[in-house]
């Protein structure tokens, strides 16, 4: 994992997207990171009164990356987005992992998530502006800082999970 002064060198110099991109990606493999090297167990542990776990947090992630960039940014409607997952119906979705859900395979489909979330980005300028049911509109910059900000959020509970279960 690239070093937060590497990322920050790199921010330091460089235009607003290459800034934001930097961040984004920083923290996506800061809380794949912190995942890494536990047991499908620990990885699945609740230490929290929420459903919050590492893997939780994985796979949250994963449908998060899905629902702005391709839904919201890519303007894919969830109907074309599989495998969906109804948040409005149960909130709590996409922390429940189920038996047949391994780490592996969580990070892979957030890796998976993650590259098509920067081809998205890749087609756009950070004025682009799409709809948002609540604030109207959005551009890319605001998703962006967003997902820099949700990511970076659940990147710190990883690190108090991570220490709560082995120390590091």
Known sequence: MA?????????????ERTT?????????????????GLSEEDANRTLVPSLTTLAGLIKHLARVEMSWFQHRLGQVSLEDLA????????????????????VEALITRYDEQ????????????LDDVVPHPVLGEVTMRWIMVHMIEETA????????????????
Do not use: N
């Open 3 to 15: 070093d937060v002064f590497d990322t920050g060198k790199v921010a330091a110099v460089s235009d």
């Open 20 to 36: 934001l991109e930097a961040f984004l990606d920083y923290y996506r493999e800061a809380i794949k990171a912190k995942v890494r």
């Open 83 to 102: 495998p969906v997952q109804r948040v409005m119906d149960d909130p709590d979705s996409d922390f429940r992992v189920h038996p047949d859900e391994s």
């Open 114 to 125: 993650c590259t098509l979330s920067r081809k998205v980005v890749a087609t756009k300028q």
């Open 153 to 168: 959020r659940h990147a710190g509970h990883a690190d108090i999970l991570r220490e709560q279960i082995d120390g590091s």
